[in-house]
């Protein structure tokens, strides 16, 4: 079974426009992480953010921001202002303490962003 | 060099061909990864090791071999593929490995005739 889910497969939106990525995880562990990477189209996976299951604090970071719900088991991605250069497939992962080395990655969200 | 690199960046195989994949992380991590990733499907992990031993191995066909002979550098052989390996290969490294943020290469592209 899938155990992070990106609905979305692919998202246009033009420049400055707010675009939000959704990931929905599951996972019976109570002890557990959250990721968001980046790929842009030169390959290479950057890391964006990781958060533990204790923490449910919203972070944000310059343009991008987290939202981490417990309760509907979401780890949402917000970029606000887009820019051309987050043109990218965004990545969210899960890594549970049942598995200490896997990290299990959604299919992506391709985000497209217009000038 | 900083982080994570790989070379080549891009590689074109014939089926009988037998070539290596290099991966090297200047991070000072313990644990480095290979994945797997082909377009339409989530990324796959294939090999995992920490302190140079081998702890993951995730179902992956004989013709992929690995090697990681010190904790800085880590290898894929590649012998007699199929074109359905053709694919993004990226390798990966962490701290230690357990749950830990992983850092990842810029891949290598490889295409199997």
């Known amino acids: 079974a899938q155990k992070v889910t990106q609905a979305q497969t692919e998202i246009s939106v033009v420049e400055k426009e707010d675009v939000t990525l959704d990931c929905v995880y599951e996972?019976?562990?109570?002890?557990?992480?959250l990721f968001w990477y980046k790929q842009p189209p030169s390959g290479e996976l950057v890391f964006l953010i990781r958060?533990?299951?204790?923490?449910?604090q919203n972070e944000i970071s310059g343009r991008y921001s987290w939202n981490f719900q417990k309760s509907t088991s979401s780890f949402n991605f917000t970029i606000t202002a887009s820019q051309v250069v987050d043109s990218a497939v965004y990545f969210c992962?899960?890594?549970?303490?049942?598995?200490?080395?896997?990290?299990?990655f959604g299919a992506g969200t391709t985000v497209t962003v217009r000038a | 060099e900083t982080g994570v690199t790989q070379t080549p960046r891009h590689l074109v195989m014939g089926m009988t061909n037998k070539k290596s994949l290099k991966c090297e992380q200047h991070l000072g991590h313990n644990a480095m990864y290979w994945y797997k990733q082909s377009a339409k499907k989530p990324l796959e992990l294939m090999f995992v090791y920490s302190l140079e031993e081998r702890v993951e191995n995730n179902s992956v066909p004989s013709r992929f071999s690995p090697e990681c002979p010190n904790s800085s550098h880590l290898f894929l052989h590649l012998h007699t593929l199929q074109p359905e390996d053709s694919a993004l290969y990226l390798c990966a490294s962490s701290p230690r490995g357990r749950r830990e943020t992983q850092y990842f290469g810029p891949g290598t592209r490889l295409l199997v005739l």
């Open positions: 958060r533990n299951s204790f923490d449910e």
């Open positions: 996972t019976r562990d109570t002890t557990y992480y």
């Open positions: 992962a899960l890594s549970e303490a049942s598995d200490d080395y896997k990290l299990s």
